[in-house]
């Protein structure tokens, strides 16, 4: 695939930046100029980025930008940002489940974090987390990180992180700078649609700064394709396809005909999809049979923005299949990653002959 090295040579660099849900804007000077130096004209926004070419109304693309990560908020005190910024973790209630902050009290535990100042990005110091804890007073998930004893309150720290490569994998923190890191690509190749960069989408926020831009400056409908990973338990499930669609989330049902363009795309091209409601269905009917809790559709960026649009914005999901969702190593095929470039140029209406692939 057309430089698909100097792909992967990207990804690397962007996943060594920080962007802590809720502090995102160092991350967006980052993104700002890989794109302009690829040609795009960038403007900011509250809440997204948007890169655009000579012919804006060609296509739209949207990804996510943010990373979990910590915000100080006392002395060696830290918590969980999209907690945070999302303000689900209150005094009053018990909004998060204890199941979910057990899971994250282990998840990382002595992993290392990087503190940086929130606008520009500037290194504040690195540290190890060795403790987290439910308080319960505050009915939340508190995390302590030897070396930042000095960082003050309202300082992000991210995962200290870097893309790894075994056995024809890519692992790292991918959700979401792997297809961030694919349409800053598309303008490396000529692309010259629109591309949107979110902010806050894992407290469920990034819709609404995507609503607000459409209402100014979209037309009258306006179609969307939204950008992300799709986790799986295993290998074997994942690499069952190298495209995760969706007919709808727990939101909103997707554009039928938009979605059904996609199955066409990769059909054309010969590549493996499936469709992440329907998977979510079959396990929910085997676990009935069980007795077993039945599981969610699941929440993206597209469903809440079509459940409030009004008919204004509509579209589909394209998504990677992976492993390790929102850990360290969540993990993706290089066979998916470049199947998913091949669809996403195709939709983009950017041709190429070039079929080269990266020897990891």
């Not at 910590?70 to 940002?81: D, K, R, Y």
């Not at 009290?105 to 540290?127: C, H, I």
């Not at 469709?275 to 007795?291: A, M, V």
Request: hydrophobic fraction near 35%; glycine fraction near 8%; charged fraction near 20%.
């Amino acid at each position: 695939m057309e430089h698909f090295n100097e792909f992967i040579d990207l990804l690397k660099s962007l996943i060594r930046q920080p962007s802590v849900v809720g502090a995102e804007h160092a991350f967006f000077r980052v993104l700002q100029r890989e794109l302009e130096e690829r040609g795009a004209k960038v403007t900011w926004y509250e809440g997204v980025l948007v890169a655009q070419g000579n012919d804006p109304e060609s296509s739209m693309f949207s990804s996510h930008i943010d990373r979990h990560g910590l915000i100080c908020t006392g002395p060696n005190e830290f918590q969980f940002a999209a907690f945070i910024t999302g303000k689900v973790g209150t005094l009053f209630d018990n909004s998060i489940s204890d199941e979910l902050k057990l899971t994250l009290m282990n998840r990382f535990d002595q992993t290392p974090v990087l503190a940086y100042e929130p606008w520009s990005g500037a290194y504040r110091g690195k540290g190890i987390i060795d403790n987290a804890y439910i308080c319960e007073f505050r009915n939340n998930l508190i995390f302590e990180v030897e070396g930042l004893e000095h960082v003050v309150a309202g300082t992000p720290v991210g995962f200290l992180d870097k893309l790894k490569f075994e056995d024809g994998l890519l692992s790292g923190q991918l959700d979401n700078v792997l297809t961030a890191a694919v349409l800053v690509h598309l303008f490396s190749l000529g692309y010259q649609g629109t591309a949107f960069f979110t902010a806050e989408e894992e407290c469920g926020g990034s819709w609404r700064y995507l609503l607000e831009w459409f209402r100014r400056f979209g037309n009258s409908t306006n179609e969307l394709y939204v950008l992300d990973t799709s986790p799986y338990k295993n290998r074997e499930e994942a690499d069952k396809q190298h495209i995760v669609l969706r007919n709808r989330d727990e939101h909103a049902e997707f554009n039928i005909e938009t979605t059904q363009t996609i199955v066409q795309h990769c059909t054309q091209l010969g590549i493996p999809f499936s469709f992440k409601d329907q998977y979510i269905e079959k396990l929910n009917q085997d676990s009935g049979l069980t007795g077993q809790k039945p599981q969610g559709l699941g929440r993206t960026e597209l469903g809440r923005i079509t459940a409030n649009s009004q008919g204004l914005v509509h579209g589909t999901t394209i998504q990677i299949p992976t492993t390790g969702y929102h850990t360290m190593n969540e993990t993706a095929s290089l066979d998916s990653v470049q199947s998913f470039m091949r669809l996403i140029m195709q939709i983009a209406n950017i041709q190429t002959d070039d079929n080269t692939n990266i020897s990891a």
